[in-house]
């Protein structure tokens, strides 16, 4: 089974404590949309969580989000996973790299990670916040190859922020610093055939429309068509 979840910000309880934690099996991927956050202060204690996890029986997967802590995250191996590159975290925690499209148990998953963070004022570079939040040329141009070689047709999109429409339709608009990859998002929007977008960063949980989703503490069984 597939599930999806919001930003988990590093919050132990959010999955080991989770109360479906018992309900998760070897045959479980567990899908987070950013702001991970257990690679933050890339510490001994969050080590120690991450050995945690590794001996979870789930596959547990994430896209960036902003408040991550990117030279820490790769800093780990890259290899190709289903069709796309990851970092692998453990052998069950994996970070879906910006820009790929994964075959995992026969759906199509693309991935676009990354966001502003608005929060920068208080926070300090290369200490609580980098650069790497926002998506390089590199990794949009990337991504751009990765669609049309699945003919922009995928089954489920995975993302931090969200598209444009969506934002304005939630009622809110998105910060300057944004602009560059919520407008790619939007592109893929109206270009890309897709069953369902997940997103994080908003810190809500809402069906905006029959085929997008934003979540944040809710955890959800992946839809298996538009309804």
């Known amino acids: 089974m597939f599930y999806v979840t919001g ?18 099996s070897k045959w479980d991927t567990i899908f987070v949309c950013g702001d991970f956050g257990y690679i933050f202060r890339n510490n ?25 802590n990117f030279p820490a995250i790769y800093a780990y191996p890259e290899e190709m996973w289903n069709g796309g590159r990851i970092h692998r975290i453990r052998k069950n925690v994996i970070h ?8 995992i148990g026969g759906k199509t998953f693309f991935t676009m990670g990354g966001a502003y963070s608005i929060d920068r004022w208080f ?8 650069e790497e939040e926002l998506p390089s040329q590199a990794e949009y141009q990337e991504a751009r190859k990765n669609l049309a070689a699945h003919n922009n047709q995928v089954d ?30 939007t592109d893929v ?28 503490f809710d955890v959800r069984e992946l839809r298996k068509r538009k309804t």
Not at 7 to 24: A, E, V
Not at 190 to 215: A, I, P
């Open 7 to 24: 930003d988990t910000h590093g919050d132990q309880c959010r999955l080991i404590y989770d109360s479906q934690m018992g309900h998760w």
């Open 44 to 68: 001994e204690t969050e080590k120690n969580f991450l050995d945690d996890l590794e001996r979870q029986p789930f596959c547990l997967c994430f896209v960036d989000g902003n408040h991550e």
């Open 96 to 103: 879906l790299i910006r820009g790929q499209v994964y075959t």
């Open 123 to 130: 926070r300090e570079k290369d200490v609580s916040y980098w």
């Open 156 to 185: 489920y999109i995975l993302t931090h922020t969200a598209p444009l429409p969506i934002i304005h339709k939630m009622g809110f608009q998105p910060d300057s610093g944004d602009l560059e990859l919520t407008r790619f998002l």
């Open 189 to 216: 929007y109206h270009e890309v055939t897709f069953r369902h977008w997940y997103c994080g960063h908003w810190h809500k949980n809402q069906d905006v429309t029959d085929n997008f989703t934003v979540l944040w």
